[in-house]
């Protein structure tokens, strides 16, 4: 079974690789807008930024980490039922030319043990991950609760 599953993985890779879907040229994306909601630090903090991908090849972020926060995480708001949810992502795509918008309600960072630094006005580095291993840093804003 662990042969099976890693011959999927490789051969998705492969296909992926070929289709060029993925694969991120750091120097194509633009990080705008980025801020985190400070919140005590028992509880989680959300991130939100605007991503660019000025590129020709759609972009695969796949993770997050800032020295603000124990653990940073992609996540998505939903609407279930009228009853709100989060879920985790492993990744979200972004098409060439495209635009996603990380807002209060959708696709977010969720902040989870955040640290001391995660104060408002304070400005902490986000560094982002993509499918091939690029990344690229920005520098979020930090705003109190009310998101000022």
């Known amino acids: 079974m662990k042969k099976a599953n890693a011959r999927l993985f490789h051969m998705t890779a492969i296909v992926a690789l070929a289709l060029g ?38 972009v695969s972020l796949t993770g997050a980490q800032s020295p603000a926060c124990g653990m940073l995480m992609l996540h998505k708001s939903m609407n279930h039922g009228g009853m709100g949810m989060m879920e985790h992502v492993d990744s979200v795509t972004v098409d060439p030319g495209g635009t996603l918008e ?36 920005a520098e979020f804003q930090v705003r109190n609760a009310a998101g000022k």
């Open 102 to 137: 990380f807002a209060p309600g959708g696709y977010h960072l969720m902040c989870m043990d955040s640290k001391p630094i995660l104060k408002p006005g304070a400005q902490v580095p986000v560094t982002l991950s993509f499918a091939g291993g690029d990344t690229v840093t």
């Open 21 to 58: 879907i993925g694969q991120a040229d750091a120097a194509a994306l633009r990080v705008t807008n980025g801020w985190f909601r400070a919140l005590p630090a028992a509880v989680p903090s959300g991130g939100y930024f605007t991503l660019h991908n000025d590129g020709d090849k759609a």
